[in-house]
């Protein structure tokens, strides 16, 4: 049932979806960090591929090389997806000096580097799940640049 006045009273009731998680990274940004770097089901498809993901920018050339097994599973495309996007983000925050993670006002995560841009790296990752483009490591290069 749409009911306009309903919504809108409801509306200015409800926080913005992402202010949790935006008050969490003032609070403890590491502890955000530890926690979007754990991409448990991307090392497990990584580990049963012979991958240790180190944090390195080489391990996002490595996964880009793995053979896309998961895209036979159509539930996990979204979770690893999630996974990569967290994962290249880690990899970033970790080896690019100036950037951290940031909230937009949907509650999405995204990367702003140093110059101020801000990279939806989870969006990065579902598209690299589903497709294989754009190669991990061709957007953290594209960070790398600023």
Known sequence: MN?????????????ERGAGLAA?????PEGINELFS????????ARAAGLEL????DSLEALDQLMPRWRRDPEAVPWLGNDA?????????????GTAWQ???NGQPVIRLASGRELNVV??????????SPELSQAYA?????
């Open 142 to 146: 594209e960070a790398s640049e600023g």
């Open 103 to 105: 909230v937009w006002p």
């Open 24 to 28: 969490a990274l003032v609070v403890d």
């Open 54 to 57: 180190d944090g390195s920018p």
């Open 38 to 45: 754990e991409c448990e089901l991307l090392r497990s498809q």
């Open 85 to 97: 996007g967290f994962y290249l983000g880690t990899v970033i925050i970790r080896t690019i000096p």
């Open 123 to 132: 969006e990065s990752g579902l598209s690299w799940a589903m497709t294989g």
């Open 3 to 15: 009911i306009p006045f309903l919504d809108n009273w409801l509306n200015r009731r409800q926080p």
